[in-house]
T-cell receptor, first 111, second 112 residues
Framework: GENVEQHPSTLSVQEGDSAVIKCTYS??????FPWYKQELGKRPQLIIDIRSNVGEKKDQRIAVTLNKTAKHFSLHITETQPEDSAVYFCAASWNNNDMRFGAGTRLTVKP | DVKVTQSSRYLVKRTGEKVFLECVQDMDHENMFWYRQDPGLGLRLIYF???????EKGDIPEGYSVSREKKERFSLILESASTNQTSMYLC???????????FGEGSRLTVL
């Protein structure tokens, strides 16, 4: 089955700096790559996703890039704010089915 | 809004007990999932179902079984709970067409 690896496990940045989280996947058939944010004590929620026919997608301060050849994708958060502090999970699946997640990155944004 | 409801937020069980975790979604989603969340290990897929009475094993199915008799309900069963099954269990559902997972609030299970 699919195996998703995520780095770093923890990331601390100053408010206003950028944050980058990277993931690799093993199954070349995977074609859907979402990112979820989980705030403390809450359920994970989708923040952005990308499909294999697209190389980059942006939504305000967050962007995701995908390199299918290298089988890796990254989350970029610019102008970080304290409310961006959370655990972020990347995931991969084929045709929106069995979704596999990375181990998560705990992002801390210091005021 | 999509609502995914898990029957119990907190459970304490004894080793060897049978445990039922229930999940109900109200948006006619085809796919339903059970994940286990442990610190440092992320969300690990236990089982998923893409239709009524259909189930597929995830990465850690050992010690678990599932049941999906109706489209809106997906149950996770621990036949004989063990201490290493102490964890947070998250249910999720999605439309096949979009793929976005909607999660329940989670069930924190402690096995003594």
């Amino acid at each position: 089955g699919e195996n998703v690896e995520q780095h770093p496990s923890t990331l601390s940045v100053q408010e206003g700096d950028s944050a980058v989280i990277k993931c690799t996947y093993s199954d070349s058939a995977s074609n859907y790559f979402p990112w979820y944010k989980q705030e403390l004590g809450k359920r994970p929620q989708l923040i952005i996703d990308i499909r294999s026919n697209v190389g980059e997608k942006k939504d305000q301060r967050i962007a995701v890039t995908l390199n299918k050849t290298a089988k890796h994708f990254s989350l970029h958060i610019t102008e970080t704010q304290p409310e961006d502090s959370a655990v972020y999970f990347c995931a991969a699946s084929w045709n929106n089915n069995d979704m596999r997640f990375g181990a998560g990155t705990r992002l801390t944004v210091k005021p | 809004d999509v609502k995914v409801t898990q029957s119990s937020r907190y459970l304490v069980k004894r080793t060897g007990e049978k445990v039922f975790l229930e999940c109900v979604q109200d948006m006619d989603h085809e796919n339903m999932f059970w994940y286990r969340q442990d610190p440092g290990l992320g969300l690990r897929l236990i089982y998923f179902s893409y239709d009524v009475k259909m189930k597929e094993k995830g990465d850690i199915p050992e010690g678990y079984s599932v049941s999906r008799e109706k489209k809106e309900r997906f149950s996770l069963i621990l036949e004989s709970a063990s201490t290493n099954q102490t964890s947070m269990y998250l249910c999720a559902s999605s439309l096949v067409f979009t793929g976005e997972l909607f999660f329940g609030e989670g069930s924190r299970l402690t096995v003594l």
